[in-house]
Antibody, heavy 117, light 107 residues
Framework: QVQLQQWGAGLLKTSETLSLTCAVY????????WNWIRQPPGEGLEWIGEINHSGSTNYNPSLESRVGISVDTSKNQFSLKLRSVTAADTAVYYC???????????WGQGTLVTVSS | DIQMTQSPSSLSASVGDRVTITCRASQSISRYLNWYQQKPGITPKLLIF???SLQSGVPSRFSGSGSGTDFTLTISSLQPEDFATYYCQQSYSSPWTFGQGTKVDIK
C-alpha cells in the first residue's frame, strides 16, 4: 500500500519561497505521476503540477512562472518550490499520486502554509 | 482550461435519503471524470474514477454516471458518515481541474 508523508515550513513571509517535500513509501515510485494540489482555507482544490520518475514535469499555467517540482528517485521523494509567495498562496498543500488515468488515489496528510506580511 | 461546475453548491438531507450531485464540464471530457469526498480537516478520498468505477473499499451506495459534459454522483441511501463535501475532477486535459464542491449536511 502506497503511503505519502510530507513536510516543510508552515509559516512564510511575503516574497519568500515555499518549499515542501513528499516521501513515497510502498508501491511503485516509477509507475505514477507525483502531484502537488492546494486548498485555500474554506475553498476548493487547485492542481499545481506533477512530475514523473524521470523528472518530466507538467505545471498549471496559472502558477507556472513561480513553481518548480523536482524528484529524487534515490529517496523516492519529490519536492515543491513556489517562489515569491503572497497571502493568496496561503493554503493547505497536498502531495498526491496519480496513475495514467489522472485520478488522485494516494494523498499526503496535507501541510498548512500561511503567508503573512 | 476545462471548467467544472457542480450543482448544487450545498444541500441538506436526512439519513436514508437518496442524494444526487451534478457536475458539468465546459467541454466534452469523455468519461475522464472522478469524484472525491472530503470531510473537514481530512485529506480528500477518491470515491469514483472514470465516471462510474467504484474505488476499492468504497461502499456500493455510491455510484457515478455520465459521459461527455454531464455527470452525476448518487448516494442511494445517505449514511451519517457521508456528510461531507464532494468534488468532481476532470482528467481529460491538463491542467487537471476540480469543481467548486458540493457540501452535504444534515437536514
Amino acid at each position: 500500500q502506497v503511503q505519502l508523508q510530507q513536510w516543510g515550513a508552515g509559516l512564510l513571509k511575503t516574497s519568500e519561497t515555499l518549499s515542501l517535500t513528499c516521501a513515497v513509501y510502498g508501491g511503485s515510485f516509477r509507475g505514477y505521476y507525483w502531484n502537488w494540489i492546494r486548498q485555500p482555507p474554506g475553498e476548493g482544490l487547485e492542481w499545481i503540477g506533477e512530475i514523473n520518475h524521470s523528472g518530466s514535469t507538467n505545471y498549471n499555467p496559472s502558477l507556472e512562472s513561480r513553481v518548480g517540482i523536482s524528484v529524487d528517485t534515490s529517496k523516492n521523494q519529490f519536492s515543491l518550490k513556489l517562489r515569491s509567495v503572497t497571502a493568496a498562496d496561503t493554503a493547505v498543500y497536498y502531495c498526491a499520486g496519480s496513475g495514467a488515468s489522472g485520478f488522485f488515489d494516494y494523498w499526503g496528510q496535507g501541510t498548512l502554509v500561511t503567508v503573512s506580511s | 482550461d476545462i471548467q467544472m461546475t457542480q450543482s448544487p453548491s450545498s444541500l441538506s438531507a436526512s439519513v436514508g435519503d437518496r442524494v444526487t450531485i451534478t457536475c458539468r464540464a465546459s467541454q466534452s471530457i469523455s468519461r475522464y471524470l472522478n469524484w472525491y469526498q472530503q470531510k473537514p480537516g481530512i485529506t480528500p478520498k477518491l470515491l469514483i474514477f472514470a465516471a462510474s468505477s467504484l474505488q476499492s473499499g468504497v461502499p456500493s451506495r455510491f455510484s457515478g454516471s455520465g459521459s461527455g459534459t454531464d455527470f452525476t454522483l448518487t448516494i442511494s441511501s445517505l449514511q451519517p458518515e457521508d456528510f461531507a463535501t464532494y468534488y468532481c475532477q476532470q482528467s481529460y486535459s491538463s491542467p487537471w481541474t476540480f469543481g467548486q464542491g458540493t457540501k452535504v449536511d444534515i437536514k
